[in-house]
């Protein structure tokens, strides 16, 4: 299925965006922890620029997660602007009565088709439907659209989040990159609503999902922290939070757990992409 994503000739590649229509579910409030994570690991970058620029790739068949990602970066980044892409026309003609200061709806695909580079690209709930053997390409595409990174200023440049949850976003998993690629995996849940951490596997994004067997990074995590999650139960009296903490400070051990207890608080963890990624 490559060819979904294979760049098109000169001449028709502004024209017609990259990508395929799917399914358009989405939300309310569905996205509410990415966003936050966002707005707490991204804000700084957000402030350095003049004018940041959010794309909220493939919004669905509403447009509540532009409008909500517009709102929560308001809150850290006061001048950011929203763009929200999808390649269904009807979904943009459909979102076009909900714009408003800072926030706008555009057609197009993977391209992202904006005139400068955006600050940030979040891509939830899109790639789960394409073929494992596109993402890698889909994400060399979509970082190389991001704004650079600036050594001299500080800034490591734009920020693409992209990943997958259940259809009210009480189980989240994500990967951030830069635009150099990769940099980590956050997974976020609502912790009453866990039996143990590898229920999340089931939102794995496509980069991880079809890995999570016997042998690959991502299975050995997993089985990890349900271990650590088992030794952790009796912090379960004092509640499901206090259990998350405990067990995500275990596996520090052994992961490059990269945040610490003001996320872990929020029922996230974060890892390094690296200690993650696909064997071969
Ligand atoms: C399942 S919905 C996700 C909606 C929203 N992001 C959410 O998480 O609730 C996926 C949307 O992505 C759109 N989409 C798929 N490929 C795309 C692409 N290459 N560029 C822009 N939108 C795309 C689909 O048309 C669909 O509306």
């Known amino acids: 299925m490559t060819s979904r994503t294979t760049p098109r000739s000169p001449g028709t590649a502004a024209r017609r965006p990259v990508g395929t229509v799917t399914r358009g579910t989405t939300n309310p409030n569905r996205l509410r922890r990415m966003d936050r994570w ?69 057609h ?27 993402v890698a390409g889909v994400w060399e595409r979509l970082c190389a659209r991001l704004a650079p990174a600036d050594p001299a200023s500080g800034s490591r440049g734009g920020l693409l989040v992209e990943g997958t949850c259940d259809e009210i976003g009480r189980r989240h998993v994500w990967v951030a990159l830069g635009p150099e690629g990769p ?61 998350w903490m405990r067990a995500v400070r275990d596996l520090t051990a052994d992961w490059p757990v990269v945040d610490g207890p003001v996320r872990w608080r929020q029922g996230e963890v974060t890892v390094a992409w690296g200690a993650l990624a696909p064997l071969g």
């Open 108 to 134: 197009g695909g993977f391209e992202v088709p904006l005139a400068g580079r955006p600050s940030l690209i979040r891509a939830a709930n899109v790639l789960r439907q394409y073929d494992e053997g596109e």
């Open 183 to 243: 940099r980590t995996v956050t997974f976020a849940t609502r912790l009453g609503s866990l039996d143990r951490p590898s229920d999340l596997a089931e939102r794995l994004p496509k980069a991880l999902i079809h890995r999570n067997v016997s042998g690959e990074p991502v299975h050995a995590f997993l089985r990890d922290f349900d271990r650590a999650w088992a030794a952790a139960a009796p912090y379960a009296s004092y509640g499901a939070r206090q259990r």
């Open 38 to 106: 966002i707005a707490a690991a991204h804000g700084a970058e957000l402030r350095r620029v003049a004018d940041p620029v959010a794309v909220d790739l493939g919004y669905g068949a509403a447009p509540w997660t532009a409008v909500e990602l517009l709102a929560r970066l308001r809150s850290v980044a006061p001048h950011a602007r929203v763009v929200g892409v999808e390649i269904d026309p009807a979904r943009v003609a459909a979102a076009r009565p909900y714009e408003r200061d800072g926030l706008v709806f555009r």
